[in-house]
């Protein structure tokens, strides 16, 4: 098997990974919000930022939006739409072209992909229901669901530097 059909496979294998990721952590992976009447935050963009982060932009926004709209299949289905368009945006504030994960670019990154989560599914709200002053109220939830993933990603990503990761299986370029 040629070098670039090995690397290919890898690709794909870990964009499947990072999509199973977003899909579980998104799932199964709730912190409760007290005082918030059953509230909650997923860590699902921790692994939509990882992937950013990770994988080359194609690959990288398959798995954002695959994992991420498989989730909303399976308990929201009428955000999929909102979805598709919101993770394939916050995946683009990421790069994978640094040796490392944790660079200047993927810090700044967090700031714009919080923008774009909290602004993005708040138009998507009131779009829905025709009022742009009740969703404001779910704003502040939506930065904190992207700074509770931005800390698993930055987790994540220092782990994975220290191990060499993107060294050992990519060959310190994506």
Same mark, same amino acid.
């Given at each position: 098997m040629?070098i670039?059909?090995?690397?290919? %496979?890898r690709?794909?294998?870990?964009?499947? /990974?990072?999509?199973?990721?977003?899909? =579980?952590?998104?799932? $199964?992976?709730k912190?409760p %919000?007290?005082l918030t009447?059953?509230?909650?935050v997923? /860590?699902?963009?921790?692994a939509?930022?990882?992937?950013?982060?990770l994988l !080359?932009?194609?690959?990288?926004?398959?798995?954002? #939006?695959?994992?991420?709209c498989l989730?909303d299949?399976? =308990?929201?289905?009428?955000w %999929? !739409?909102?979805?598709?368009?919101?993770?394939g +945006?916050? #995946?683009?504030?990421f790069?994978?072209?640094?040796?490392? +994960?944790?660079?200047?670019?993927n810090?700044?990154?967090?700031? !714009?992909?919080?923008?774009?989560?909290?602004?993005?599914?708040y138009?998507?709200?009131? +779009?829905?229901?025709?009022?742009?002053?009740?969703?404001?109220?779910?704003?502040?939830?939506?930065?904190?669901?992207?700074?509770?993933?931005a800390? /698993? $990603?930055?987790?994540?990503?220092?782990?994975?530097d220290?191990?060499q990761?993107?060294?050992? $299986?990519?060959g310190?370029?994506?």
């Amino acid at each position: 098997m040629n070098i670039v059909k090995k690397e290919k %496979i890898r690709l794909l294998a870990f964009s499947a /990974l990072t999509a199973a990721m977003t899909f =579980v952590l998104t799932m $199964f992976v709730k912190l409760p %919000i007290p005082l918030t009447n059953g509230g909650y935050v997923h /860590l699902g963009d921790g692994a939509v930022m990882l992937a950013g982060a990770l994988l !080359p932009m194609p690959y990288a926004l398959a798995s954002a #939006v695959v994992g991420a709209c498989l989730a909303d299949l399976m =308990v929201a289905p009428a955000w %999929i !739409p909102a979805t598709f368009l919101i993770k394939g +945006l916050t #995946v683009l504030c990421f790069t994978s072209k640094k040796e490392t +994960l944790c660079c200047p670019q993927n810090y700044a990154a967090i700031l !714009p992909s919080a923008i774009i989560c909290a602004g993005g599914y708040y138009l998507y709200e009131a +779009l829905i229901w025709g009022n742009f002053i009740a969703p404001l109220a779910a704003v502040p939830m939506s930065f904190l669901q992207t700074a509770c993933g931005a800390v /698993l $990603f930055l987790a994540a990503a220092l782990s994975l530097d220290r191990l060499q990761f993107k060294h050992r $299986f990519f060959g310190g370029k994506v």
